[in-house]
Structure formats: C-alpha cells, structure tokens
C-alpha cells in the first residue's frame, strides 16, 4: 500500500456502506506516498463504518495530508507519529482515553458545526507555529486520561493561553511532551492571578514529564501547582534556568530531573513548604548547580539522590552565603531522610554546610548528617575530605558505601555506635590511613569491605569480635593478632599478604572457619608454588574447611599445581582459576566430583592442557563437568 495516494472506496468497497462492523484496530504504518483519505459516502456512513474500532494507529505517512472520520464513537486509543504535513482536526472522541501525537504540524478540536472559515481552522493554517493544541480538549474528549506529544520540530508553545493549559490538563491523567527542541513554554500568554483560577478548578493530573526539550526556558505556575500531581520528570532540558518559585502541590511525591545544565536552583518555595509530601528527588547531570537548599531540605523528604553534579559543592548553602528568605529560626534539615546517594559530584567539599542548624532537632550537630538516615552512599567525589563531623548521633544508619573519594583521609568518630549497621564498604579511598579508634559496632554488622585503600595503615580494631559477621572482603592493612572472626560465610582476601602469610604462619589457618562457603585469595603471595599452600611448622598441606562451595584463587604469578587436598573438598562447586601464568597441574587424584564450574584464565600452561582436540585433561574436566 505504500504507493496509495488517496485512500477511500479502495478501502471501504464499493458495495456494502458497513465494510467492518466488528474492526476494533487500524494500523496504517510507511505509506510514504499517501495524500488524502477519502470518506466513503456521507458523515453518516463514516459513522458506521468503524462502529467498533477502539486503537487507530497512523505512523510514518509523510504526505498525509486530509481529513478523517470525525466521529469514531468506540475509539479509545489514537496514535499518530511522523505525518509532517498533517493537521489533525477532529470534532469529538467521546471514547478517547490515549492520544499519542508526534511529527505532525498541529491539532485542532472542533464542535461539529465549524465550518473550514471557523477561527479554529484559521489557527491551523499559521504558518507561524506558535500554537499547537487550539480548541479545548475536556469538552472534546471527556474521558481522555492520557496525552503524548512528541516529535514536534517547529513547536514554540503547545497552548495559546494559561486558561486553556488548565481546561485542558485538568482533564487528563498524565502529559508527556518529548523530543520538542524549539519549545519555550507551555504556554504562550502567562495570566495573573493564576493561583486563583487554579484553585477554582478540579484537576486530575497526577504526571507530567518533559524530555528532550532543549529550548524549554520556563514552565507556568500553575503547571507545578495542581493539587492532584503525584511525579514530574523533567529530563534533557538544557535551556531551563529555574523553576516557579511556588510551593509543591500537596501530593507531590517525586521529582526526577536529569540533564538540565542551565539549571541554577531550586525554588526556596519547595524547601521551606511545612505541607509538603515530596518524599524522593532525583537530580542528575545538572552542571550548574552549587548546592540544592538555601538553608535546609523539605521536610519530607526520604530519599535524595544526586549524580553528576559537576559543580555542586554542598547539598545546604555553603557558609557565608545568605538567604533573603530565610531565618534562623526556621532552619532545619530533612528529619525524614532515610537514603541518601552522592555520585560523581568532583566539586562536593561537605554534604552538609556547616552552618547547617536544626529548630526541630536540637541534639543534631552542625555538619552531620540527619538522625533518620538509614542509607548513605557517596561515590566518585574526589574533593570531599570526610563524610560528617561525627557519626554520634547518626543511630539509623543500616548501610555505609564510600567509593572513590581520594580525598578523604579519615572516617567520623562514632561509627562504633551504630548499633544497626548491617553493611560497610570503604573502596578506593587512596588516602584514607585509619579507622576511628572505636572500631566498628558488634550488633548487626553482617558485610564489611575494605579495599583499594592503598595508604591505609591498619583495618579497623576488633574484627575477630564480630560475631554476625557474614562476609569480610579486605584489602591493604594490619591486622591484630586475635586475626578474624571464624563465623564467616564468606572471605575474600585481596593483596593483603600480612593476614595470608598469619594464616600460614600462625598456624590459624583456614580449617577454623566450618562455616565458611565462598573463598577468594587474589595477589597474596609471590612464592607460592602449590595449593593450598603447607604448614611451615607442621609440614603438611594447609587444609580447607570441607564446607566450600566456592574457592577463587587470582595473580598468584608462580603457582604451579593444585594439591591433591582440593579433592577433598565435596561440597565444592564452583573452582575459578585466574592468572597463574604457571600453573600446569591439576592433582593426580583428579577434581572434586561436586565440581559444576570451573573457570580458567590467564593460566596458558593449563589451558593447552584442557582443550578439546587432544588436551591431557580434556576427558577428565567432561566427567566432571
């Protein structure tokens, strides 16, 4: 059909007026050479062409240019995209739930007695482009819950007037406006006292998202005002400064915006609302900012996550900086905040200010974080030096994850005492040098990993006290002598060749650790010729616990052979073998029979002897595995 220009008694026949009585879906779809749609007989007979039909889909028809069947009494859902000379005008959908618009040169909604010199039509003819949607839609299309434009080239405002954005949005569910680069507003006139005429209306909207609109400069008010909005996306708006200095709508659960590099603030309005609900904020990749609050972080909210925020230097405003707005008395920090996550933030010097003061909670010390918190995560922010100026009263915190802050060179006092902890990780902090004197809390803890911390001088105290202690990763750092707890299920030992030589030495060994299932030994020891490795004192291979699942064994540039122990170990199921440039034997007694996996890289010698055409222990590995 691509090759049909004018669609009409091809399609309806020419004998019965009713062709499809029971069609409920038309998809016409790459008819590149279609030009008009010709109805077939008079409006009546449309009507009942198409009694039944509920989605029409229309994608990809360049030259489309006509008219369609104004009444289609069943449709619900109508999907045009890619008819860049059509203007879509239709009277009435009453039926309409979905409209999906994209690449189309306007819309128009008429009553059925307009006629092609009614000022509607006249609309559509501007060649100017500066409205899109003419006509009210709730009138049109009273069910209509969910509205898409997208693809819209030329588009400089979607409606003509403030008036008619709030007829329209108050009738539908979600809006979403994407991939409109010429886009100013939403709006081309902005009323007063639009609070006014908002609050006389009854609004349904509860999402609205705006992507990839790069020459978005400003939003109404009354879009972030509607009393039913629940989640706003705001995504690729690189022209948008700021936001409406109004407070958030009282439902107003989430906010993600990303990619929004002109982006300066956020209105004080949305941080210093006693009413809001705003319980999770997203913001990435907006280049622009220095810090999220003039004093403070709503109230309610429970989870911040901030990434790739180049210039952001502290979350509340930095010392010395005033607030026209604000007062003392009314500071405070987010007393609900349960996870906070900081992310490739390379300017951020403090989470937060240290001017940071507290009405509501007088034990909150400035510079520290929010007593609610239970989830902090702070990756990739190389100037900030530590994380708060003492853990004391942080007695929520479940989870702590540092990752790549080269900057920071001690942890706050007071990590003993976070009686809930459960999970810790310190990962390439290459100037971090010790743990606070307390050493880490006993109650709760179950995964603690150190590493890549190449300046750090001794892992924390009291490791072997540690009794719910499941997994233990660790890196670089002195250990004392009471070594490590032995409830372990899993042990994972990265270039530490102090603790694997007390293992040896000491006689402490692996054996200790009935427990444990899952061992990874990585760079340890530069000597070592078999494994597991012999008992200097007793001379006898050192053993390992029978309870292994799985055993990791990484950079050990000399091992040359497996000891026959390893076939002891029945439970054994997974065996990974990773650059041992030596390694050429595997025991005599052969592999566990339990084995279900076995990686090999990195170890060439090993790998010549398991290949398929005619490696030494190809068979024996097939048994096996």
């Given at each position: 059909?691509?090759?049909?220009?004018?669609?009409?008694?091809?399609?309806?026949?020419?004998?019965?007026?009713?062709?499809?009585?029971?069609?409920?879906?038309?998809?016409?779809e790459?008819?590149?050479?279609?030009?008009?749609?010709?109805?077939?007989?008079?409006?009546?007979?449309?009507?009942?062409?198409?009694?039944?039909?509920?989605?029409?889909?229309?994608?990809?028809?360049?030259?489309?240019?006509?008219?369609?069947?104004?009444?289609?009494?069943?449709?619900?859902?109508?999907?045009?995209?890619?008819?860049?000379?059509?203007?879509v005008?239709?009277?009435?959908?009453?039926?309409?739930?979905k409209?999906?618009?994209?690449?189309?040169k306007?819309?128009?909604?008429?009553?059925?007695?307009?006629?092609?010199?009614?000022?509607n039509?006249?609309?559509?003819?501007?060649?100017?482009?500066?409205?899109?949607?003419?006509?009210?839609?709730?009138?049109?299309?009273?069910?209509?819950?969910?509205l898409?434009?997208?693809?819209?080239?030329?588009?400089?405002?979607?409606?003509?007037?403030?008036?008619?954005?709030?007829?329209?949005?108050?009738?539908?569910?979600?809006l979403?406006?994407?991939?409109?680069?010429?886009?100013?507003?939403?709006?081309?006139?902005?009323?007063?006292d639009?609070?006014?005429?908002?609050?006389?209306?009854?609004?349904?909207?509860?999402?609205?998202?705006?992507?990839?609109?790069?020459?978005?400069?400003?939003?109404?008010?009354?879009?972030?005002s509607?009393?039913?909005?629940?989640y706003?996306?705001?995504?690729?708006?690189?022209?948008?400064?700021?936001?409406?200095?109004?407070a958030?709508?009282?439902?107003?659960?989430?906010i993600?915006?990303?990619?929004?590099?002109?982006l300066?603030?956020?209105?004080e309005?949305?941080?210093?609302?006693?009413n809001?609900?705003?319980?999770?904020?997203?913001?990435?990749?907006?280049?622009?900012?220095?810090?999220?609050?003039?004093?403070?972080?709503?109230?309610?909210?429970?989870?911040?996550?901030?990434?790739?925020?180049?210039?952001?230097?502290?979350?509340?405003?930095?010392?010395?900086?005033?607030?026209?707005?604000?007062?003392?008395?009314?500071?405070?920090?987010?007393?609900?905040?349960?996870?906070?996550?900081?992310?490739?933030?390379?300017?951020?010097?403090?989470?937060?200010?240290?001017?940071?003061?507290?009405?509501?909670?007088?034990?909150?010390?400035?510079?520290?974080?929010?007593?609610?918190?239970?989830?902090?995560?702070?990756?990739g922010?190389?100037?900030?030096?530590?994380?708060?100026?003492?853990?004391?009263?942080?007695?929520?915190?479940?989870?702590?994850?540092?990752f790549?802050?080269?900057?920071?060179?001690?942890?706050?006092?007071?990590?003993?005492?976070?009686?809930?902890?459960?999970?810790?990780?310190?990962?390439?902090?290459?100037?971090?040098?010790?743990?606070?004197?307390?050493?880490?809390?006993?109650?709760?803890?179950?995964?603690?990993?150190?590493?890549?911390?190449?300046?750090?001088?001794?892992?924390?105290?009291g490791?072997?006290?540690?009794?719910?202690?499941?997994k233990?990763?660790?890196?670089?750092?002195?250990?004392?002598?009471?070594?490590?707890?032995?409830?372990?299920?899993?042990?994972d030992?990265?270039g530490?060749?102090?603790?694997?030589?007390?293992?040896?030495?000491?006689?402490?060994?692996?054996?200790?650790?009935?427990?444990?299932?899952?061992?990874?030994?990585?760079?340890?020891?530069?000597?070592?010729?078999?494994?597991?490795?012999?008992?200097?004192?007793?001379?006898?291979?050192?053993?390992?616990?029978?309870?292994?699942?799985?055993?990791?064994?990484?950079?050990?540039?000399?091992?040359?052979?497996?000891?026959?122990?390893?076939?002891?170990?029945?439970?054994?199921?997974?065996?990974?073998?990773?650059?041992?440039?030596?390694?050429?034997?595997?025991?005599?007694?052969?592999l566990?029979?339990?084995?279900?996996?076995?990686?090999?890289?990195?170890?060439?010698?090993?790998?010549?002897k398991?290949?398929?055409?005619?490696?030494?222990?190809?068979y024996?590995?097939?048994?096996?595995?």
């Amino acid at each position: 059909m691509t090759s049909v220009k004018r669609l009409g008694s091809e399609f309806y026949g020419n004998d019965s007026p009713i062709p499809f009585p029971c069609l409920e879906t038309l998809l016409f779809e790459n008819m590149r050479e279609w030009e008009d749609w010709i109805s077939h007989g008079s409006s009546q007979g449309v009507v009942e062409g198409f009694p039944k039909l509920r989605e029409l889909h229309i994608l990809r028809c360049s030259k489309l240019k006509g008219t369609f069947p104004e009444h289609l009494p069943a449709l619900e859902i109508y999907v045009i995209k890619g008819c860049e000379e059509l203007s879509v005008l239709v009277s009435s959908l009453p039926a309409l739930c979905k409209l999906q618009i994209g690449g189309c040169k306007k819309v128009v909604w008429r009553s059925a007695t307009d006629h092609l010199g009614s000022q509607n039509s006249v609309v559509c003819r501007d060649t100017s482009n500066q409205v899109f949607l003419a006509g009210p839609l709730k009138p049109r299309l009273p069910k209509l819950e969910e509205l898409k434009i997208n693809d819209m080239k030329e588009q400089t405002y979607i409606w003509k007037s403030h008036n008619e954005l709030l007829q329209d949005i108050c009738s539908l569910r979600r809006l979403t406006i994407t991939s409109c680069p010429k886009l100013q507003s939403l709006v081309a006139e902005e009323e007063k006292d639009q609070q006014q005429q908002l609050c006389e209306l009854s609004c349904r909207l509860e999402y609205i998202e705006l992507s990839e609109c790069e020459g978005l400069v400003k939003l109404p008010q009354s879009s972030l005002s509607l009393s039913s909005l629940r989640y706003i996306e705001i995504y690729k708006c690189s022209s948008l400064v700021s936001f409406p200095e109004v407070a958030l709508p009282s439902k107003l659960r989430e906010i993600n915006i990303w990619h929004c590099d002109a982006l300066k603030s956020l209105p004080e309005a949305w941080m210093c609302d006693t009413n809001s609900s705003l319980e999770i904020l997203e913001i990435w990749s907006c280049r622009s900012l220095t810090y999220l609050a003039a004093v403070q972080l709503p109230r309610s909210l429970k989870r911040l996550d901030i990434q790739c925020c180049s210039n952001i230097r502290t979350l509340t405003m930095e010392e010395g900086i005033q607030s026209s707005s604000s007062s003392s008395s009314r500071r405070y920090t987010s007393y609900l905040l349960e996870e906070l996550c900081i992310s490739s933030c390379r300017s951020l010097t403090s989470i937060f200010s240290k001017n940071e003061l507290s009405a509501t909670l007088e034990s909150l010390e400035v510079g520290n974080l929010p007593p609610s918190l239970k989830s902090l995560r702070v990756q990739g922010c190389s100037k900030l030096e530590s994380i708060a100026e003492t853990l004391d009263n942080s007695t929520s915190l479940e989870t702590i994850h540092i990752f790549y802050c080269e900057n920071m060179k001690i942890l706050p006092s007071g990590l003993h005492n976070l009686r809930q902890l459960q999970e810790i990780s310190i990962e390439g902090c290459g100037n971090l040098e010790s743990f606070p004197e307390g050493g880490l809390p006993c109650a709760k803890l179950k995964e603690v990993v150190i590493r890549w911390c190449g300046r750090l001088e001794a892992l924390p105290k009291g490791l072997h006290n540690l009794k719910s202690l499941q997994k233990l990763t660790i890196g670089k750092g002195g250990l004392e002598e009471d070594g490590l707890p032995t409830n372990l299920h899993s042990l994972d030992i990265r270039g530490n060749m102090e603790i694997w030589k007390s293992m040896i030495e000491w006689g402490q060994g692996f054996h200790r650790f009935s427990s444990l299932r899952e061992l990874r030994i990585e760079g340890c020891d530069d000597d070592m010729v078999s494994f597991p490795p012999e008992d200097i004192r007793m001379g006898t291979t050192l053993p390992l616990p029978t309870s292994l699942t799985s055993l990791a064994i990484f950079s050990f540039p000399n091992l040359e052979r497996l000891s026959s122990s390893i076939v002891d170990l029945q439970n054994l199921t997974s065996l990974y073998l990773v650059g041992c440039p030596k390694l050429k034997y595997f025991p005599e007694k052969g592999l566990p029979s339990s084995l279900l996996e076995l990686w090999i890289g990195g170890c060439p010698l090993i790998e010549e002897k398991c290949r398929k055409d005619g490696g030494q222990y190809f068979y024996s590995l097939f048994y096996y595995l």
